[in-house]
């Protein structure tokens, strides 16, 4: 089972709608024994850094352990800038700190903030959620991205003045900072890539 | 390079089971489109950026007409979906979202408590909080006497824009320009901007207003308000500096397809999601 993590966050019902119609079951969970059973655990995410580390404060553990033992992991949008060490957007809130690195501000510099709308990827390491992907158009809305200090980790870029990290994967960890079930067709087969690195499938 | 967006507008008569589209010139001359959930998956599957529900009738007491349109379209279509009319209070905004939209839009409420925007965006975040300013030219003789005013220079003259609320029945005289400023401070994330002198006329966007509004503003101004051929979105895009473009009758009654008009953008250079 796909448990989506319900921390009061963000609109759950579009990311549960995307894997249902590619015919997977999951449920939408505040409750810690079901995340422990998971198979693979999704955390989506829409707002603000600091206040979504502060829900997440009770789940922080099983997020880990879930990672620890090579289970699939997906963050979603701001569900991947908690997965890094810190943001600019809250300084002194420490992240999930799975990845190593900050979350910066998108440099204004006559671009509209937030970055929001459809950006095509560049693709610059190999991920199996991107199996089939190629310069396609995800729907982006974000004002930070995150900036690894391990930059292999990063799977995809978004250019919008500068190259933003659009998605970022490692072993079992993938994320992405687009919105792959705001993202039609082509977002529904990244949600599918997900599912096949799930091993029971 | 991000793309700009083309946006079907499903103004929506909430009135009967399921509700149904429909589209007047200035609110006379009503035509019958379609149902919502219906018209939203074939936009979808023409390759639409973002769908845009408007209550037509704003009222309460359909909001759960509403809420069951969203859950059953959403089932189907995975693109943003905006919803518009209506929204009054920030636990609106919440019920929307729970539903499965993504943004709202309030013109009207906002206006009559600013509040709302400041509110609305802590508890759902900016990029869920959509201003709909419908805005009609007020030509002035000399723009000098006008201090109160932002004037700009069109085609016709000089002039200020009047906001005015209740789908266009009523004016503020408050400056649209000056009160895009004011939303985005407030915390708003996107501005729906309609041209009360071309709407429902298909002459094209207002673009002086686009330009204006887009120029003002650091956050997304999506142009709305006459369109009547895939040139008319160029021109948006062009010399109106929009960000996106709302249409509604050009692709109700199949005149174009969402497709079409991107392929024509795409040509003409216009950077689309194809």
């Not at chain 1, 890094?84 to 999930?96: D, H, P, R």
């Not at chain 2, 009967?16 to 035509?31: L, N, Y």
Request: charged share 25%; proline share 4%.
């Amino acid at each position: 089972m796909i448990v989506i993590i319900n921390y009061g966050s963000g609109n759950l019902k579009s990311i549960k709608n995307g894997f249902t119609k590619i015919g997977e079951e999951t449920v939408i969970s505040q409750d810690i024994r079901e995340m422990e059973k998971a198979d693979a655990l999704v955390l989506p995410g829409v707002g603000a850094f600091g206040t979504a580390m502060e829900h997440l404060e009770s789940y922080k553990d099983i997020i880990h352990e879930h990672i620890n033992n090579g289970k699939p992991f997906l963050g979603v949008c701001l569900g991947l800038q908690v997965l890094f060490t810190k943001s600019q957007e809250n300084k002194g809130v420490k992240g999930l700190d799975i990845f190593k690195g900050e979350v910066m501000k998108i440099p204004e510099e006559g671009l509209k903030i937030p970055h929001m709308g459809w950006n095509n990827l560049k693709i610059v390491n190999e991920c199996s959620i991107l199996d089939g992907i190629e310069n396609d158009y995800m729907y982006f809305v974000h004002s930070y991205y995150a900036k690894p200090d391990d930059e292999d980790i990063i799977a995809a870029t978004t250019n919008y003045g500068i190259d933003l990290t659009a998605a970022v994967c490692r072993d079992n960890v993938f994320a992405t900072q687009f919105h792959p079930e705001k993202s039609g067709e082509v977002g529904l087969n990244i949600l599918k890539n997900f599912v096949k690195s799930i091993p029971s499938k | 390079m991000l793309a700009k967006r083309i946006i079907p507008c499903l103004d929506c008569d909430l009135n009967v089971p399921h509700g149904r589209v429909v589209k007047g010139v200035e609110f006379k001359q009503i035509r019958y489109a379609g149902e919502p959930v219906d018209l939203a998956t074939r936009y979808y599957e023409e390759g639409a950026d973002e769908i845009v529900f408007l209550d037509i009738t704003a009222s309460h007491e359909r909001r759960e007409t509403m809420t069951d349109v969203i859950k059953a379209t959403t089932e189907n279509v995975f693109v943003p979906i905006c919803v518009g009319g209506g929204i009054r209070k920030p636990e609106d905004y919440v019920n929307m979202l729970k539903a499965g939209a993504d943004k709202c839009s309030t013109n009207t409420a906002a206006i009559h408590n600013p509040d709302l925007i400041n509110e609305a965006s802590k508890v759902v975040g900016s990029q869920a909080c959509v201003i709909g300013i419908d805005a009609k030219r007020r030509y002035v003789e000399n723009p000098k006497e006008s201090e109160d005013k932002i004037i700009v220079e069109t085609d016709k003259g000089y002039c200020w824009f009047d906001c005015s609320i209740y789908g266009g029945r009523e004016f503020t005289g408050i400056d649209a320009i000056a009160w895009a400023i004011e939303c985005e401070e407030r915390g708003a994330g996107e501005i729906l901007l309609t041209s009360m002198d071309r709407d429902g006329t298909k002459d094209g966007y207002d673009n002086y207003l686009n330009k204006a509004i887009s120029e003002a503003v650091n956050i997304p101004v999506i142009a709305s308000g006459g369109v009547g051929s895939p040139e008319h979105i160029y021109n948006a895009f062009t010399q109106g500096k929009a960000d996106a473009a709302l249409a509604a009758s050009i692709f109700h009654f199949k005149e174009y397809s969402v497709g079409f008009v991107k392929k024509y953008l795409k040509k003409r250079g216009i950077p689309v999601r194809l």
